[in-house]
């Protein structure tokens, strides 16, 4: 049982380029959400799909998108990646309202 | 929308001593979830409050959520080095499932 398992661990991009962030969890919860830390600063949601083949806007979701795949996996993109996307990306699960997370992917725009 | 202050941001103390911190809300809360973030991971859930008064513990961890329902205070005692990271508060917004997170307490042990 992995639970929230999350790739890449690091990535560096140069401005401009795309990636995708993938996120899976193996705990069968209906909600995931996409998350981003910034240095001093708490989380803050990007996107969240409360069910399989809904998202939704979080609070700071200019220049991402996302994909519910499935139940287990949900998506981040940047399609045109910018440096103040440089940030911890954390991806997180939950039944209700305790959420788990996962271990995060450091990625740094130059 | 909801907000959450956590305070005090950053807290440097001696192994051994005890940590108060605690998080307010400018709006009412139905439970209250305490996490910790160890440096490079992700938060872990430590505690959850769901009822205004409610004391919890979790080892050496105490956590009680606020008469009002507008605040909650974490305890630790007797610090040990892996005591070491960032707490959060959380709490879920009117939609249920997501949460509104303070900005955390770092916290350094020295030994």
């Known amino acids: 049982n992995a639970g929230v398992t999350q790739t890449p661990k690091f990535q560096v991009l140069k401005t401009g380029q795309s990636m995708t962030l993938q996120c899976a969890q193996d705990?069968?919860?209906?909600?995931m959400y996409w998350y981003r830390q910034d240095p001093g600063m708490g989380l803050r949601l990007i996107y969240y799909?409360?069910?399989?083949?809904?998202?939704d806007k979080g609070e700071v979701p200019n220049g991402y998108n996302v994909s519910r795949l499935n139940k287990r996996e949900f998506s981040l993109r940047l399609e045109s990646a910018a440096p103040s996307q440089t940030s911890v990306y954390f991806c997180?699960?939950?039944?209700?309202?305790?959420?788990?997370f996962g271990p995060g992917t450091r990625l740094t725009v130059l | 929308g909801q907000q959450l202050n956590q305070s005090p941001q950053s807290m440097f103390i001696q192994e051994g001593e005890d940590v108060s911190m605690n998080c307010t809300s400018s709006?009412?809360?139905?439970?209250w979830l305490w996490y910790k973030q160890d440096p490079g991971e992700g938060p872990v859930l430590l505690i959850a409050l769901y009822k205004a008064g409610e004391l919890t513990s979790n080892g050496r961890l105490t956590a009680q959520f606020g008469i009002t329902r507008k605040d909650s205070f974490l305890n630790i005692s007797a610090s040990i080095p892996s005591d070491v990271g960032i707490y959060f508060c959380a709490g879920p917004g009117p939609s249920g499932s997501r949460l509104t997170f303070g900005e955390g307490t770092q916290l350094t042990v020295n030994p």
């Open positions: 709006s009412i809360f139905n439970t």
């Open positions: 997180a699960s939950s039944e209700a309202f305790q959420q788990y």
């Open positions: 799909s409360a069910s399989e083949g809904t998202t």
């Open positions: 705990m069968n919860h209906n909600s």
